[in-house]
């Protein structure tokens, strides 16, 4: 079974400019999840879809943050414009039901520098 | 603001010795706990579920849930040097799950 892929792996901008990360979670699998890891944290939940309606969007910065998941499988993050706050992991995630507390499969995740 | 808390760590430990992992939630109606393992650069990988107070074990691993004193605990026996990462725990409902900091694992030979 393939897992969940992200692109790219790692991306350096400057702040103000505009970035854009990939994700195609497991086949099959319903929900996906975008997360946010700052250094030295725990993965913060910037937005759930489930199939491509959106569940949990309360913690996404929507002045510069979006996402969407067309055709409910695979999804883009954007930044727009970028800070340098925004610098992090963001790990995209999969799982099976439409359930948070279920086990969820994580993608490599993208590395965002933002200078 | 729903918490998970960890302790940051490192917590270093010698290899065949038992690593202990703590956590606690302030959510009383969270259900599910989760501890994820996360090596440095690289993305978390689930190792352990509970939902039920008490103990459950798989292999060298044990989760301990104690839903009363809202804590969760993770064992690690016979820790090795590939053990050596940081451990995340997370807990929450059917419909938000939120994850700790992390704690930081270090198993020298």
């Known amino acids: 079974e393939a897992g969940v892929a992200q692109s790219p792996r790692y991306k350096i901008i400057e702040k103000r400019q505009s970035v854009a990360f990939w994700c195609n979670p497991i086949?099959?699998?319903?929900?996906l999840y975008w997360y946010q890891q700052i250094l030295g944290q725990g993965p913060k939940l910037l937005i759930q879809?489930?199939?491509?309606?959106?569940?949990?969007d309360s913690q996404l910065p929507k002045d510069r943050f979006s996402a969407e998941r067309l055709k409910g499988v695979d999804s883009t993050l954007k930044i727009q414009p970028a800070k340098l706050e925004d610098s992090a992991v963001y790990l995209c995630?999969?799982?099976?039901?439409?359930?948070?507390?279920?086990?969820?499969?994580f993608g490599s995740g993208t590395q965002l520098s933002v200078l | 603001q729903k918490e998970v808390e960890q302790n940051s760590g490192p917590l270093s430990v010698p290899e065949g010795a038992i690593a202990s992992l703590n956590c606690t939630y302030s959510?009383?109606?969270?259900?599910?706990f989760f501890w994820y393992r996360q090596y440095s650069g690289k993305s978390p990988e689930l190792i352990m579920s509970?939902?039920?107070?008490g103990d459950k074990e798989d292999g060298r691993f044990t989760a301990q849930l104690n839903k009363a004193s809202q804590y969760v605990s993770l064992l690690i026996r016979d820790s090795q040097p590939s053990d050596s990462a940081t451990y995340l725990c997370?807990?929450?409902?059917?419909?938000?799950?939120?994850f700790g900091t992390g704690t930081r694992l270090q198993v020298f030979p």
């Open positions: 995630a999969s799982s099976r039901r439409d359930r948070a507390d279920e086990k969820l499969f």
């Open positions: 086949s099959g699998h319903a929900t």
């Open positions: 879809f489930q199939n491509n309606g959106v569940v949990d």
């Open positions: 959510d009383r109606g969270s259900q599910s």
């Open positions: 509970i939902y039920s107070n």
């Open positions: 997370a807990g929450g409902r059917y419909d938000k799950l939120i």
